[in-house]
């Protein structure tokens, strides 16, 4: 469906670019924001993007992505528990290492956005931790600077949904499947929207 975006470009109110969080494969998700900078950069959109268009990037299966980092630092823990009582642990499955995404460590790093090309994709994903993703990470991989990062209470079962924000491009964690974060996000884009067309109005 990618090729038929264009078309709905000139008449859109607001975009919702939709990642997969729980994505296993670095290069996909590099593939995934380059295809964001392509639509932004798009002619019909970037005067309007420039302008103040609202952009919400949802990080959906964030949930999926958590569990699993839950379940590799307990794992982590407790072969580290065995080695030192003398046993031996269980090893992660190689391929099954290679397929996960960094996240959760301090060290893991990803690059700027405007940087970013397919031929350093290979440099790229050598520093970065191979587990799965953080939203940290994913909101460094979108350009958001890290202190931008916040957290809002979300109705949808009481949790705390990340949300990253910058200028007229806003990225929220959650899940379509739980709905936690849906419903946060859109209040949010439909708030960014009437300002944007109350601007070009006052503008007129």
């Known amino acids: 469906m990618r090729p038929l975006w264009e078309r709905y470009y000139r008449d859109t109110d607001a975009i919702i670019y939709v990642v997969n969080a729980a994505e296993t494969s670095i290069s996909k ?18 005067r309007r993007v420039r302008c103040g268009l609202p952009i919400l990037i949802f990080a959906n299966q964030l949930d999926v992505a958590y569990m699993e980092y839950e379940d590799s630092i307990n794992k982590a823990n407790s072969n580290s528990s065995q080695e030192k009582n003398g046993q031996r642990g269980i090893s992660w499955n190689a391929d099954e290492e290679d397929d996960f995404v960094g996240g959760g460590t301090t060290n893991s790093k990803l690059p700027d956005a405007k940087t970013s090309n397919d031929d ?16 940290h990470d994913l909101a ?9 990062i916040s ?14 924000h910058q200028g007229n491009i806003f990225l929220f964690g959650g899940s379509a499947k739980t709905g936690e974060g849906v419903r946060a996000s859109m209040e949010f884009l439909t708030m960014a929207a009437k300002d944007y067309h109350l601007g070009i109005e006052a503008r007129k």
């Open 151 to 164: 957290s809002i209470s979300d109705e949808v079962g009481g949790q705390s949904i990340p949300v990253a």
């Open 140 to 148: 460094t991989l979108f350009g958001f600077p890290q202190h931008s």
């Open 29 to 46: 998700l590099h593939q995934s924001r380059r295809n964001f900078e392509q639509m932004c950069n798009n002619d019909a959109l970037q």
């Open 120 to 135: 350093n994709d290979n440099d790229e994903e050598s520093s970065i931790s191979k587990r799965v993703i953080d939203f």
